[in-house]
């Protein structure tokens, strides 16, 4: 898939809209009851940028930006502020966040996720684009060294260096950035003074990788 390991410049996302979107099938029966499924096993993310800048410099950064990408044809990072960590947005990622599965004895990858929601409705999210400096992984509560494992940025794989034992609990703490792409082909800049202007919001959409 065409994807560039580049994340958006924070500053050209401050003022950011968005959230995650589902997509259910409904039938309603004669009977007046209901029948529902979806297509999707994953939620997706969209958001809009770019409405809040005013600068020039920063439109001319995020027009850049979209230029390098190539408007929708490469994807890149996004840093979702609200929803970026294993843990809470105001907490510090801690190795125990997550639970990632359970030693055989033989497995070492382990694919990052995160849990939303509890119980038997919780809903597990594959991380494939986590920061590499900040994943923390611990075997059976115990926290693991850096070099006792690996991580593969552009996928979210985690590989570590011995097996653990049958039934160990693998678990890890990151923050995390979203793939997306442009979900336009153009840009549309409005200038307001000498040194000000108004951009349109600029649409993103979740990728799958």
Known sequence: MAFHE???????????????ERRTEIVTLGSGFERRSTPWAQGRRRYLIGANLR????????????????????GFRFRDFADCKS???GAAVAPLDQALGAGDGTR???????AYGAGEGAFGRLIAKPVEATVR????????????????????????????GAGMAVT??????????????????????????????????????
Do not use: N
Request: charged share 25%; with cysteine; hydrophobic share 50%.
């Open 6 to 20: 580049v994340r958006l410049p924070a500053r050209l996302a401050f003022g950011s809209t968005g959230g995650v």
């Open 55 to 74: 600068s020039l410099d920063d439109m001319a950064a995020l027009t850049g930006f979209f230029e390098a990408r190539r408007g929708r044809l490469y």
């Open 87 to 89: 843990c809470a947005p």
């Open 108 to 114: 070492t990858g382990f694919q990052l996720a995160k």
């Open 137 to 164: 992984v611990a075997v059976d509560g115990v926290e693991l060294a850096a070099e006792a494992f690996t991580v593969d940025a552009a996928t979210g794989m985690v590989t570590l260096a011995a097996a653990p």
């Open 172 to 209: 890890a703490g990151f923050e995390f950035d979203t793939p997306v792409r442009f979900d336009a082909d153009r840009i549309e800049v409005t200038l307001e003074s000498f040194d000000a202007g108004r951009m349109a919001a600029v649409p993103l959409i979740e990728v799958r990788v």
